[in-house]
């Protein structure tokens, strides 16, 4: 399959799947919510949570086994300075108030404002991260 059409279908997927849970459950996509809602969970709201997060690791357990080539390459950090960045995101995502699935994908396609301004920052947060790491030759 063409290494562009991959990243094509998984977008479709993903709209699919937001726009799904927002039209037959009236919930909003945010990886960040759900996966909260999974660890501390509210009576009633538990069961599709744990589905939508295991339909993740299940997916992508199936995407590694079918095209490995998608999950080849070597993460820039490891050990402690891996968990310290991850500690930082999920920071990000609180003070943010969300992530870029809840924002980005769900949030600017019903043309929140509190959305796209999140979703600019996330981006321009990211250019700025990518090129101070590139100046300090920590990143190819």
């Known amino acids: 399959?063409?290494?562009?059409?991959?990243?094509?279908?998984?977008?479709?997927?993903?709209?699919?799947?937001?726009a799904g849970l927002l039209v037959l459950h009236?919930?909003?996509?945010?990886?960040?919510?759900i996966a909260a809602g999974v660890l501390a969970p509210v009576r009633g709201d538990w069961g599709w949570r744990a589905s939508f997060v295991a339909g993740l690791l299940?997916?992508?357990?199936?995407g590694a086994f079918w095209v490995p080539e998608s999950f080849a390459g070597e993460a820039p950090l490891q050990g402690p300075s891996l968990i310290a960045a991850g500690l930082?995101?999920?920071?990000?995502?609180?003070?943010?108030?969300?992530?870029?699935?809840?924002?980005?994908?769900?949030?600017?396609?019903r043309l929140s404002?509190?959305?796209?301004?999140?979703?600019?920052?996330?981006?321009?947060?990211?250019?700025?991260?990518?090129?101070?790491?590139?100046?300090l030759g920590m990143m190819p």
Not at 5 to 13: D, H, K, R
Not at 58 to 62: D, F, S
């Open 26 to 33: 009236g919930r909003i996509a945010g990886i960040t919510g």
């Open 88 to 109: 930082i995101v999920g920071v990000g995502t609180r003070v943010g108030n969300g992530c870029t699935s809840g924002h980005g994908v769900c949030g600017v396609g």
């Open 113 to 135: 404002p509190r959305s796209t301004v999140a979703t600019m920052v996330f981006i321009a947060t990211g250019m700025a991260t990518v090129s101070g790491l590139r100046l």
């Open 58 to 62: 299940v997916v992508g357990a199936l």
């Open 1 to 18: 399959m063409s290494s562009l059409l991959l990243p094509l279908i998984g977008g479709v997927l993903i709209g699919l799947a937001s």
